[in-house]
């Protein structure tokens, strides 16, 4: 509750950009998911520009209609997320697209000696 009263707070003033900087990463899965179908109808109902900072890439492609990757200091790749709306974290099409990411993020990583 107090992550959908947070998310309130930051739409009151009408922003016209939205920054969340992991915002669910403390959450059970199963608010997680309700948040995810939140975030997705306010997308949906007020078209405001969302800034997500995730560190989970299944998240990223749930939520995001670009995914880029980033290293400190520059950006690697991005992705285009063209998927229907709203989006299931669960299905076997996002699932994949997020594995195709994952792959590319570790050959950054792997790149990087990290």
């Not at 990757?69 to 669960?90: A, C, K, M, Q």
């Amino acid at each position: 509750m107090k992550q959908r009263v947070a998310l309130a707070r930051a739409l009151a003033p009408n922003p016209r950009v939205l920054l969340m900087d992991e915002p669910f990463a403390a959450l059970d899965a199963l608010t997680r998911e309700q948040l995810y179908g939140d975030i997705q109808r306010i997308w949906r109902d007020r078209r405001k520009t969302i800034v997500f900072v995730t560190h989970n890439v299944r998240e990223a492609v749930c939520l995001g209609d670009r995914v880029l990757l980033f290293s400190p200091g520059r950006v690697h790749e991005e992705f285009t997320v063209d998927l229907p709306r709203p989006r299931d974290i669960n299905t076997v099409e996002l699932t994949s697209r997020a594995s195709s990411i994952v792959t590319s993020l570790k050959a950054i990583t792997k790149g990087n000696g990290e």
